[in-house]
């Protein structure tokens, strides 16, 4: 009987999963109030691509100082756990986001941060540096296990969102927490359905060091 793989990478979604909101880009809108569902349904329809929908939102703010945008918010409860969980296995710990660079604020959790950055000029928000859409997280997944020498097999990937179904399908283990939809929870091999990320870290633990 073949021993159990040795996970050595842990890849993690960041909106959803590591903050309670599911949209990075969905909250800004909200804490500036605008309304960006026309940017949306021109990208659903196929009229611009995700770099022309991402600087269409970015330019809603445009203007906005720096200190509104990447002011405080609340990550998900029980994050540093996670984190302390992920350092004690000894695995590469790494965040692939479609959201937006504020996020970076949970960034000294992962060897690896990718996110959409934004740019500013004076103090205020000009334009983004797009790197993660809704279709590349797995090609970028991808790219940081060939720099690390590791294979999907010894990954794990946790997401919640359509997004991440390319990774759940590459990566040796996929856990879907709290998933937008059944399509995504039936691609994992676990689903998590929890308020904080307490559960994950114990299920965490458990699979790496029974993989070790």
């Not at 909106?15 to 990075?24: E, I, L, Q, R």
């Not at 994950?200 to 060091?209: G, I, R, V, Y």
Request: aromatic share 10%; glycine share 6%.
């Amino acid at each position: 009987m073949p021993s159990a793989p040795a996970y050595k990478a842990v890849i993690l979604d960041v909106d959803g999963v590591v903050t309670p909101f599911t949209s990075a880009w969905q909250r800004l809108h909200a804490v500036f109030g605008v309304d960006a569902g026309l940017n949306r349904k021109l990208y659903k329809l196929g009229l611009i691509d995700y770099y022309e929908w991402a600087l269409l939102d970015v330019l809603l703010w445009r203007g906005a100082p720096r200190r509104f945008v990447e002011a405080r918010f609340q990550t998900t409860r029980g994050l540093d756990t996670l984190c302390n969980t992920l350092k004690e296995a000894g695995v590469y710990a790494v965040a692939i986001s479609a959201g937006v660079g504020y996020t970076r604020a949970v960034s000294h959790c992962f060897h690896f941060y990718v996110v959409n950055d934004l740019i500013y000029k004076d103090g205020e928000v000009a334009t983004v540096a797009v790197s993660v859409s809704d279709r590349n997280k797995a090609e970028i997944a991808e790219a940081i296990l060939d720099l690390l020498g590791l294979r999907w097999e010894e990954a794990v990937a946790v997401g919640d969102g359509e997004a991440d179904l390319p990774m759940f399908k590459k990566a040796g283990y996929s856990i879907a927490f709290n998933p937008v939809n059944e399509e995504v929870a039936r691609a994992a091999k676990a689903v998590i359905r929890a308020e904080t990320l307490y559960p994950l870290a114990k299920f965490l633990k458990a699979l790496l060091d029974t993989a070790r």
